[in-house]
C-alpha cells in the first residue's frame, strides 16, 4: 500500500488518473466563428519546477470543431485546452473532464511583439527565441493569469532572428509579460522576462563580475565568485 506522502506524489505527477474521457469543443475566432484546421492540444497541470504534460493532440474539422479522446484522467484533474491557428493568437481554457456542454477554445486576433538582440557593440545576432511563459496583463480573477507551455507547443510559437538580430513573435492581446528562452551561439542559452507593452526590446549580452572575498577575522580564507 502507498504511504499518504507517495500516493500525494502520484496523483501531483500523474495526471493520467480514473475514468475514460472526451474533450469535445469548438476553436473559434473573436466573433465566434469557428476556426478550420486549427491544431488543438490537451494539456496536463505544470508544476513550480517542469512544463505541464502534453497529454493529447488532435485538429479541428473545417467548422472548428474538435474531439480529443483520452484514457483514465481523474475527474477533477487541473487540464487545460490549448489552440493554435494561422493568423490568430493562441487561445487556450481550464477544462475538467466530464464536462456536460462543448467547450469553446477562442483564439482572438494576434499582435506582436518585435525586439532584437544585439552584441555589446550593438550589432545583431543569429538567435532563436522560444516563448516559456505567458502572464496575463487582466485581473486575476478576470481568467487564467499565467501559462507555462508544454515544450511541443512552445516549440510551435518559437522564431529565429533575421541577419540583423530582429524578431516578431505573435502574442495575445492580453499578454503583459513573456517568459523567453533565447539560444544563440555568441550569448549561450538565456531565460528573459520582456514586457510586451515596451514596444522593441534590446537584449544585451549579460556583463560577468568577479568578486574575491575575503574575511577581517581569517584573512588566509577567501574565496572567489564569479556572476
Known amino acids: 500500500m502507498l504511504s499518504l506522502h507517495a500516493a ?3 496523483s501531483l505527477s500523474s495526471p493520467i488518473i480514473g475514468q475514460p474521457a472526451a474533450f469535445v469543443g469548438k476553436v473559434v475566432d473573436g466573433a465566434g466563428d469557428g476556426i478550420a484546421s486549427a491544431v488543438v492540444w490537451l494539456t496536463g497541470p505544470a508544476t513550480d519546477i517542469a512544463p505541464p504534460r502534453l497529454l493529447a493532440e488532435g485538429a479541428a474539422d473545417a467548422e472548428g470543431r474538435f474531439s480529443l479522446a483520452l484514457t483514465g484522467v481523474a475527474e477533477q484533474a487541473d487540464l487545460r485546452l490549448l489552440a493554435l491557428a ?48 505567458l502572464y496575463s496583463n487582466r485581473p486575476r480573477d478576470a481568467g487564467v493569469h499565467y501559462l507555462k507551455l508544454p515544450p511541443d507547443v512552445a516549440e510551435r510559437l518559437s522564431v529565429s532572428t533575421g541577419v540583423d538580430g530582429r524578431f516578431t513573435l505573435t502574442t495575445r492581446p492580453d499578454t503583459g509579460t513573456l517568459g523567453l528562452s533565447v539560444a544563440s551561439p555568441d550569448l549561450g542559452e538565456r531565460n528573459l522576462w520582456v514586457r510586451t507593452d515596451y514596444g522593441e526590446v534590446t537584449l544585451l549580452p549579460a556583463a560577468r563580475l568577479a568578486v574575491h572575498l575575503t574575511c577581517p577575522e581569517a584573512p588566509e580564507a577567501t574565496a572567489g565568485v564569479r556572476i
Open 8 to 10: 500525494l506524489l502520484f
Open 86 to 133: 494561422g493568423g490568430h493568437a493562441l487561445g487556450y481554457c481550464p477544462c475538467r473532464a466530464g464536462a456536460q456542454a462543448p467547450i469553446e477554445v477562442v483564439c482572438g486576433p494576434a499582435t506582436r511583439t518585435t525586439g532584437r538582440i544585439v552584441d555589446s557593440r550593438g550589432d545583431g545576432l543569429a538567435a532563436r527565441i522560444v516563448p516559456r511563459y
